[in-house]
């Protein structure tokens, strides 16, 4: 209820600052957990994909975002949960495979970090990888184009769902799962629109 009342207040808000355009919502799957892998530039980034994605999104944020108590509650209330960056977090990996293993959306950033302008392009991170095929669930490729300024174009573009069944329930070593979120986050960086 919480989640849908703010969606409806920001999508008003950000139509008089952006103009927002979502393509391909059709390739999201109406029902059962996935991954939304996500190209990141801004912080604004989780806001778009959670304006135009027509299901409830749930999130990663890093855990010192957690520290003021209201500020928890109220980013915990639109779907995010806290993970310590930089080490192995078994708190975040069981929260994330319960959230898609119970039919929920995953939002993730293959890059694992915004991207810097004009930085080269950054390898994936293997994170996306491993929860798709742990969880067994899709991975729906997304790209938001343009550039947050006033009145400035903005397009979130959804491709078709990517399934990794053909690694289910098999053992990946590091170099295969790099190469799948490789070929993951290549896919996303192709939906962009030029």
Known sequence: MFYSAAKAIVWVFLHLVFRIKAVGKENIPSEGGMILAVNHRSNWDVVMAGLTCPRQLTFMAKIELFK?????ALITALGAFPIKRGAGDVGAYKAAMSILRGGRVMLMFPEGHRAKKNAPPA?????????????????VPVYISGEYSWMSKI????????????????????????????????????????
């Open 155 to 194: 397009t979130v573009t959804y491709g078709k769902p990517i399934t990794l069944s053909q690694y289910y329930g098999k053992k990946q070593s590091n170099e295969e799962l790099q190469a799948i979120a490789d070929s993951i986050l290549n896919t996303v960086r192709g939906l962009k629109v030029q």
């Open 123 to 139: 390898k994936a991170k293997t994170g996306v990888a491993l929860f798709a095929i742990k969880a067994e669930v899709p991975v």
């Open 68 to 72: 003021n108590k209201l500020f928890a």
